[in-house]
């Protein structure tokens, strides 16, 4: 007698993949432990856990029985197969990530090594998915290890560490930069600058100087989903020309108050800048 065949799932495999790890997500109000199967999926998902324009994510290529063992949240139409066409035949394939901006469209990210990204197939599915994302006005991210650095990667787990959120890239920056360990030309300029005499006098004490505000500040009047889709993050004062990463906040950009920025020296990057009183558009990369 033969024993009747029992359908189950593989707890340790996504997508015929052995996972490697997991990544606690805080972008809902519950922690949840997202799968990666390789390292370059590991700094997407972290990239993706603290994009400011990224309202949440889950994985694209799992289905209902592995989500529920592992009470992940499923996406609709999961596991998310998007059809394309290589070597005249038909086939599907299972995005790593899918999710939704903070616009309300919806986004489909993956992550490889560039040289394996490149191959004829691979070039095929990304094609399908990026015909899929225009079709829902969506976007389609691709990261490999030239955008998702190994420096990057590790500059945000130093925050994850930590559990907090930002509402923008400049204010991770400045996290890191306050958390990070003196390093060892810094330690060599301060012992050769010595102590420094701090002791002073009531009479010989100056006010610090105020400097003066730049006139710019309040609504920036960039299309969101034009905002969405470049990627880009920093805005340029066209005051000053002092940049700030926005972020949308209530449906529109709001440039901070700042002071007025001083320094004459051309900027230069990738970055939203005002071409008239009203025509933003991303400019940058120029070299002086």
């Known amino acids: 007698m033969v024993a009747p065949e029992v359908?189950?799932?593989?707890?340790?495999?996504?997508?015929?993949?052995?996972?490697?790890?997991?990544?606690?997500?805080?972008?809902?109000?519950?922690?949840?432990r997202q799968p990666f199967c390789s390292q370059l999926e590991e700094r997407l998902l972290l990239w993706l856990e603290y994009h400011p324009q990224v309202q949440h994510y889950t994985r694209g290529d799992i289905g209902q029985a592995f989500a529920t063992a592992y009470r992940l949240p499923l996406p609709k139409h999961a596991p998310f197969a998007i059809g394309y066409v290589f070597e005249d035949q038909p086939h599907d394939y299972l995005p790593d990530v899918v999710g939704t901006l903070t616009n309300g469209t919806r986004f489909i990210a993956e992550a490889g090594m560039e040289d394996d990204k490149r191959s004829d197939r691979n070039l095929a599915k990304a094609e399908a998915a990026?015909?899929?994302?225009?079709?829902?006005?969506?976007?389609?991210?691709?990261?490999?290890?030239?955008?998702?650095?190994r420096q990057?990667?590790?500059?945000?787990?130093?925050v994850h560490a930590r559990r907090k959120t930002f509402p923008a890239f400049a204010d991770i920056a400045a996290a890191v930069h306050e958390g990070a360990p003196e390093t060892k030309p810094q330690q060599e300029t301060r012992r050769a600058n010595g102590p420094q005499n701090t002791t002073q006098t009531v009479d010989a004490q100056v006010p610090p100087s105020t400097s003066p505000k730049c006139t710019f500040a309040g609504v920036v009047a960039i299309d969101l989903t034009r905002f969405a889709d470049s990627g880009v993050a920093l805005v340029e004062c066209p005051a000053c020309s002092r940049l700030r990463s926005l972020s949308p906040r209530k449906g529109v950009l709001r440039f901070p108050s700042h002071d007025r920025r001083k320094l004459q020296t051309t900027v230069t990057g990738v970055r939203w800048a005002a071409k008239g009183k009203t025509d933003?558009?991303?400019?940058?990369g120029e070299t002086t």
């Open 7 to 32: 359908q189950g799932i593989d707890l340790f495999k996504i997508a015929n993949r052995s996972i490697s790890g997991w990544v606690p997500s805080l972008k809902t109000a519950a922690t949840i």
């Open 130 to 149: 990026r015909r899929l994302a225009r079709l829902q006005r969506g976007v389609f991210w691709i990261g490999t290890e030239r955008t998702l650095t």
């Open 152 to 158: 990057r990667h590790y500059n945000l787990v130093f």
């Open 280 to 284: 933003w558009g991303v400019v940058g």
